[in-house]
């Protein structure tokens, strides 16, 4: 069911609200302006780096033996990537031999969610009603259900147990007859769940603590009368050790001890514990991994296992270093599977390319909205007559969107000139003839149209 809440501002409330928004939207104005700026440095002297790696990178046909010759070169080459390193999530006890272990986990939590809708009255005051709605979610932490504002929601949260997020990699990653540096260990991405298993005494006090901490909030479990003897000739239902695809999905739909992650499927098998259950990867808190209440959290373990994959770094030695351009800019980049050396550059241009735009709309955004800031003053002070302001502010908010995109397009544009000058005045040049074409030239076509009409008339 949801909740709303209604408050009322004063008209002079809402001018002095205003007044300090002025402060605001200049922050989000010079802010903007920056970043467009920034961003047009950093897009230009990406690329350039980028163009300069591209230019100096060379194959290296066969790491599994060092090539001294490559000492210093920008190298290109493809790999598998092994470790003998042992790690340990030490919380659990469990471990492998694994470049990388990692840990998540999720909660299952109420969540709230709010939706506000403003209405401004005559005389200048403004009703807003906002309401509350909410609704069970696996988040990543616990959310705090005290300050929810519905009063029939409050403290409706709690947690079996809590655990940290945890990631370890290993310290020496083999690529052929080199080492992997810990930046390039840290992007390899072939993750898998771990298997693992749990000694009975660990198991036992889980159980024990997780039932405690279910009490405490449910209270006390009623146990439920014993069912009658079943008949002999009927056997327990079996759980596929290692399912297909197919017995997966059926399994999702008859098996309520299945539940599904975003990467991974953990298969839940009959448990003799209540609050207790193991598949590979996956230990889960609760009473029923496919009908979760309020408090279960689930905690997946993955581990990153060797793969073949593709690096563009420096060669030192036996292992490799970033490559550094004559801007300063720094280069280093794997890649899973196998890959030339043009579709890496390729990609990460289009990277750069698509990252520029991103950050391009992102200024402009905080440009239009900081205009808004400043001068939106104008439609507050004149919310006395609600009709009146609605017309003004939706002017307002037109001439602050062209301005701000034009002073947007302005910054760039000399951002440009700044950072590759012979392009952005050729630029200019070229912009200057277009308008000189369309203005004169055009106005000369235009006489010339005109006149010969007289002189046919």
Same mark, same amino acid.
């Given at each position: 069911m949801a909740y709303t809440e209604t408050t009322t501002t004063s008209y002079g409330s809402r001018v002095k609200s205003s007044c300090a928004g002025i402060g605001v939207g200049i922050v989000m104005f010079l802010a903007g302006t920056a970043l467009l700026w920034w961003n047009e440095g950093r897009a230009v002297k990406t690329a350039d780096m980028l163009e300069e790696a591209q230019e100096a990178c060379v194959d290296m046909p066969k790491p599994d033996k060092i090539d001294r010759s490559l000492d210093g070169e920008l190298v290109c080459a493809s790999a598998m990537a092994t470790t003998e390193d042992s790690l340990s999530d030490e919380q659990f006890n469990i471990g492998a031999k694994a470049i990388g272990l990692q840990r998540s986990v999720k909660y299952y939590q109420w969540v709230e969610h709010e939706k506000t809708e403003t209405e401004d009255k005559l005389g200048g005051k403004e009703v807003k009603t906002t309401t509350y709605t909410y609704t069970k979610e696996w988040v990543s932490s616990p959310v705090e259900s005290a300050s929810f504002h519905d009063p029939a929601y409050q403290n409706?949260?709690?947690?079996l147990t809590t655990v940290d997020r945890y990631e370890k990699w290993a310290e020496n990653v083999s690529f052929g007859a080199y080492k992997l540096n810990d930046g390039l260990i840290g992007m390899i991405s072939s993750k898998e769940l771990l298997a693992f298993a749990?000694?009975?005494?660990?198991?036992?006090?889980?159980?024990? #603590?997780?039932?405690?901490a279910y009490e405490r909030f449910y209270g006390p479990i009623e146990k439920p009368e014993a069912p009658a003897a079943k008949p002999a000739a009927t056997p327990a239902p079996a759980v596929a050790a290692t399912p297909t695809a197919d017995s997966t999905a059926a399994a999702q739909a008859a098996d309520s001890t299945m539940t599904v992650s975003a990467d991974t499927i953990p298969v839940y098998e009959e448990s003799p514990y209540e609050f207790i259950h193991v598949a590979k990867g996956a230990i889960y808190y609760g009473r029923t991994p496919g009908s979760p209440e309020v408090g279960d959290v689930e905690v997946t373990f993955m581990?990153?296992? +060797?793969?073949?994959? /593709?690096?563009?770094? %420096?060669?030192?030695?036996? /292992?490799?270093? +970033?490559?550094?351009?004559? #801007?300063?800019? /720094?280069?280093?980049?794997?890649?899973?599977?196998?890959? &030339?050396?043009? @579709?890496?550059? @390729? &990609?990460? #241009?289009?990277a750069n390319s698509m990252w520029t735009w991103i950050l391009r709309f992102v200024g402009i955004f905080l440009v239009v909205?900081?205009?808004?800031?400043?001068?939106?003053?104008?439609?507050?002070?004149?919310?006395?007559? +609600?009709?009146?302001? #609605?017309? %003004?502010?939706?002017?307002?908010?037109?001439?602050c969107t062209i301005i701000g995109v034009v002073w947007s397009l302005i910054v760039i544009a000399i951002a440009w000139i700044f950072y590759r000058p012979l392009l952005g005045i050729t630029l200019l040049v070229i912009a200057g003839l277009l308008i000189w074409l369309f203005a004169f030239k055009g106005k000369d076509k235009l006489k010339a149209l005109a006149n010969k009409k007289n002189a046919t008339a």
């Open positions: 409706k949260n709690m947690v749990l000694p009975t005494e660990v198991l036992k006090e889980m159980e024990k #603590n997780t039932k405690a581990e990153v296992v +060797p793969a073949k994959v /593709t690096i563009v770094a %420096v060669a030192d030695g036996d /292992t490799f270093k +970033p490559f550094k351009a004559k #801007n300063k800019k /720094t280069f280093q980049t794997l890649r899973m599977g196998k890959k &030339s050396a043009d @579709e890496i550059f @390729e &990609s990460e #241009n289009e909205m900081g205009l808004r800031g400043i001068f939106g003053i104008i439609e507050t002070v004149l919310k006395v007559v +609600p009709f009146v302001a #609605n017309i %003004v502010g939706w002017g307002v908010n037109l001439v």
